[in-house]
């Protein structure tokens, strides 16, 4: 309809409160989705830059969808619709603060005029952002920043795999983007309208995985008050996507391999094989090869799996692309921070191009948000990075290898001293799984009891 503006509506929670006078609401055109599920499929259809939810925060089993969907989808201006007394949960608190640009509480009522205004705001702002993202240097096929000769390898490579149905296995270091290509290939392949659905192998309890991967039926076990898809159904004619496969159980991996090699499988509580078009694409930060020889893996998955390989670099072989980054990260939260802040200093730029970054781009994006928090100036200084002390220029030379198992090391030490030792909090922070985390504690001789002081290789 000319002259509207386009927003998604998710309207989780119907019997919660009614918000159906959104529907007028002046200038909008809103397209309701009542689940993730849809709302999937029509943010995989349509471009919208913000988009309003309304859910029930109380629902325990919802609350881990929302978490993963929100934070896959934070591209969009998202304004929240809650029941009032559910803002005392300190977790939803954070999810807001984290993900939404606001949020209102039922009932509406007056406050329809004022959701409108802050609408309209925030559509201007993230517009503006995918309007400067050429001037950020992202790509505007697959909508990530990168111009060194590695990531227009991986460019190439995206086009290549994302004609063909074959699996896909993504390797790469924590926080190297492993899923944004893996979103890559689905949008480019002709499986794009839809349901592109993530799973994180190595964030479910062992005792969930398989119910939430194969789904189960109503009786299937205590608390199965009715049937429930599986992530792999859920997932049908579009891509399923596995991270951290190098964490999934033996026990679970046979029942993966079956469904490659036939393209069926069994809910919980029923045995009638069901066949499911989906094409999968897998990641993994582990030497998948090794785990095999180790007996953590199974040789022939791993051979099913990575039919089409694709190796992300490491942030620091990925030369002006730091600087690059930092710029994009620096525009994207402008909006949020300190309204005099202009960019960043001399300083801070050599210490972006001179850090090791052993997390990658998400350790990036977490220096350039704490540096516009703490900044007093005009200009982000090394120091406000925390970078100044974090880069040793008096030690003596390295090979690649040696500097690479410091740096990532001292990470380690670094979020485990963070977090009194505590292991879950540690790797949730790292973006690993804890048991990623304690293998790499392993290779390092790290108990998580040890104050480490010193960092060198061992």
Known sequence: MPGLRDAILIDLSPETGNINELEDISGWLLHRETNLENAEKALLTNSFYVGIA?????????????????QQHNQIAWIAIIQPEQLRDIELRRILFENFYDYFSLPLNENISNLATVLGHAYGIFHLQHLESDAAGMDDEFQMVGTSPQMLDIFDQIRKVAKTDAPVLITGESGTGKELIARAIHQRSKRSAYPFVAVNC???????????????????????AQRRLGRIEAASLGSLFLDEIGDLDLNLQAHMLRFLQEGTI??????????????????????????????RFREDLFYRLSVLNIDLPPLRDRGEDKELLARFFFKKFASDHNGQLRGFADDAIDAINNYAWPGNVRELINRVRRGMIMSDNRLITAQDLKLSEDIVTNEPLRTLNEARAIAEKQAISHTLNRFDNNVSR???????SRVTLYRMMEKHHMDGRDNFSSYGAH
């Open 54 to 70: 309304h859910f029930d925060w109380s629902d325990p089993l919802l609350r881990p969808q929302l978490i993963t969907f929100f």
């Open 202 to 224: 190595g964030a479910l309890p062992e005792t969930l995985i398989h119910s939430e991967l194969f789904g189960y039926e109503k009786g299937a076990f205590t608390g199965a």
């Open 266 to 295: 069994e809910r919980l509580g029923n045995n009638t094989p069901m066949y499911v078009d989906v094409r999968v694409i897998a990641a993994t930060n582990i030497d998948l090869e090794k785990a095999v020889e180790q007996g």
């Open 426 to 432: 540690a790797a949730k922070a790292l973006g690993v």
